[in-house]
């Protein structure tokens, strides 16, 4: 049994269009109001305005503002536990002070949570409070019972659905006997124990001219007009297509690795560390190879599926040590695509040695 997310475009008609933006501006309201009534309370009076008087206060706030009244009640009351997490957050792992939120931001969304059966699922419509059904095209049933929605707007228009249901049943997909070792690289991708390399697709690129075209012609536009207006729609949706490219080959490499394989072990790698330290042509590749987004499908699909994930170490040296003897031989940059083994002299390609190394760690921890 576990979670899981599915996502749908949906096709609001004009009313409903309407009443989504009303909702998106009301909850951004009330998560602004509380955080700098949280400020406020806290800088003049020392005193922590919790979850819970937020709560009481907002019943009051809507006596006040009756145009509160007309969006989803759910939705408002999630923007301020929301904003409670945010506060959570900060104070736990000291992660930077909650932010109000722009009216300018591209991504407009609100959450609301399913209370007697306020949000379901019927012929390809979404029930959800205050809007009433909405229109899908997708055929995908969910699965289990629906614990949330979250609508959201992305920048070129579309309207989207995710529906986060609990208690969902997978099928255990059966044993393969094989264990895998993943190495994640610059050029390639990935890197299998077993000498499979796997190209970086490289989508960014493919669409870059393209895009950078579309977006010299948004910038001579005048900003707000009509054809400004059209060219934004462009540039969101080449955005949009890109992203679409690179999860679609993410899905397909992680589900065929959870098909092929038992135990599946990975590198800690921090992806947020490289990207600061290292060149900008490289940060461009990080942000394409998505290495934290396949380790997020991993770990789901592992846990859905019934396989293991082993995850390894940061600083466990990976391409430092020869597979063969256990040699460790001082500091491989990236550059050095073969080395020999001092020791044993084995000829060693650099990603599928490391890759090696990363299987045989991440067993033996699991042993442990
Ligand atoms: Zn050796």
């Known amino acids: 049994m576990a979670e899981k997310a599915y996502r749908y475009r ?20 009330v998560y602004n109001y509380y ?12 005193i922590t305005f919790s979850y ?27 923007s301020i536990k929301d904003l409670d997490l945010a506060y959570q957050k900060f104070f736990k792992e000291h992660t930077g002070y909650p932010k109000f939120k722009s009216k300018k931001n591209k991504y407009k969304s609100y959450k609301t949570k399913n209370t007697n059966s306020s949000i379901n699922f019927k012929n390809k419509h979404i029930k959800l409070p205050k809007l009433g059904s909405v229109k899908i095209i997708d055929k995908q049933i969910p699965q289990g019972r629906i614990l949330n929605a979250t609508i959201s707007q992305e920048p070129n228009g579309h309207y989207y659905c995710s529906l986060c249901c609990t208690d969902v049943e997978f099928e255990q997909l059966p044993k393969t006997n094989k264990n895998v070792g993943i190495d994640l690289g610059i050029c390639d991708f990935a890197i ?17 001219k393209k895009l950078l075209k579309l977006q010299r012609e948004l910038s001579r536009k005048t900003i707000g007009s009509n054809r400004w207006n059209k060219a934004r729609i462009k540039v969101a949706n080449l955005q949009k297509h890109i992203s679409n490219q690179r999860k679609d080959f993410l899905q397909k490499l992680s589900t065929t690795i959870i098909n092929n ?29 998505s290495w934290s987004e396949f380790r ?31 040699n460790i031989d001082g500091k491989k940059s990236e550059d050095i695509r073969f080395w020999i083994c001092p020791e044993c002299h084995s000829e060693l390609d650099r ?14 921890i699991l042993n442990v």
């Open 10 to 29: 949906i096709y609001p008609n004009k009313k409903q269009q309407e009443l989504i933006q009303k909702t998106f501006g009301c909850t951004r309201f």
């Open 35 to 46: 955080l700098n009534k949280r400020k406020e309370k806290y800088e003049n009076d020392k």
């Open 52 to 78: 819970n008087m937020c709560s009481k206060d907002l019943t009051k706030l809507k006596q006040k503002l009756k145009w509160l009244r007309e969006v989803d009640s759910v939705g408002l009351q999630t």
């Open 192 to 208: 299998l124990s077993n000498g499979n390399k796997i190209e970086n697709p490289q989508f960014y690129e493919q669409s870059e």
């Open 261 to 289: 394989y038992d135990v599946i072990c990975i590198e800690d790698l921090d992806v947020k560390s490289m990207k600061e330290t290292d060149s900008t042509v490289r940060n461009k590749r990080v942000g394409d190879v």
């Open 296 to 326: 997020r499908m991993l770990t789901y699909k592992c846990e859905w599926y019934g396989k293991t994930l082993s995850v390894i170490d940061r600083y466990y040296p990976s391409s430092q040590i020869c597979h063969c003897c256990g």
């Open 351 to 364: 990603d599928i040695n490391a890759a090696i190394n990363i299987l045989n760690e991440g067993l033996r």
